[in-house]
């Protein structure tokens, strides 16, 4: 068996140890997720991630021991099926990643036509006004395309801005008589009299294109930070194989042009 590089090894186990770590915190999180929220309404909606997070730290770190004691144990039948693993993972995320980043513009044309078809604000339908508040909670912005005339004469208290972004041009000033009138807008009102008539300047749907740009930057970077960890792990995975596989170098034999007869030889002709 050929012998392999001590560093090379210890660089592949070590990085093994470490995804192993990580299979076993994300192992954890799904069982400490699954243990506190088992008994509330929440986790009917958490259902998928905590089985998300049973599958994905489970994976990692079935396929990390594999790894690591292959490379530790120089057994090839272990580093194959490691090598197989990342192969396997590498292609699934770029599968993955790929299609996230060609669909990304369709994603948010198909969302700019819903959001168009249920204007104007001031007609749509309570569900969609509540996700629309929601979302200008959320986002500080009012409106979804022309900022506050889309309510009309009810614009909600979730368009009301707090003075100290006035000097930051967010805000701008309304009629009183357009907002709600409304418990909570009574008591901004008695708090402080000069907020009453702001309103967030900016519509929603700019803020909310940004937004769903940053996810899919995070996501799409992520997966294809994965993806090239996993080509790594595939070829440091396949150079141990190699050196296990027999890569030996030809020890040179040194052979004498005239050779000098053995022994024996002289004392039978003396003889």
Known sequence: MAKVNCCFKGVFIFFNILFEIAGGVLLALGILGHVLYRDSEEFNTMVVGVVILYILGGVTMVISFFGAYGAYKEKKWALIVFAVAMGLGFCGLLRVAIPMMVSRPQIKSQLEEQLRS?????????????????????????????????????????????????????????????????????????????SENLVYKEPCLPVLMSSIDKIFDKVVGTVFGFAFMALIGLIMSLVLIWCINGHRTAVPMIFSVNPAPPAYSKLYRMS
């Open 118 to 194: 249920a204007m104007p604000l001031d007609e749509a339908n309570p569900e969609f006004l509540h996700a629309a508040e929601i979302i200008q909670t959320q986002l500080k912005c009012c409106g979804i395309f022309d900022g506050y005339v889309e309510w009309g004469s009810h614009i909600p208290n979730s368009c009301l801005c707090p003075t100290q972004h006035l000097e930051a041009d967010k805000c701008e000033r309304v009629e009183s008589s357009r907002l709600e009138a409304t418990k909570e807008r009574s008591f901004l009102e008695r708090l402080n009299s000069d």
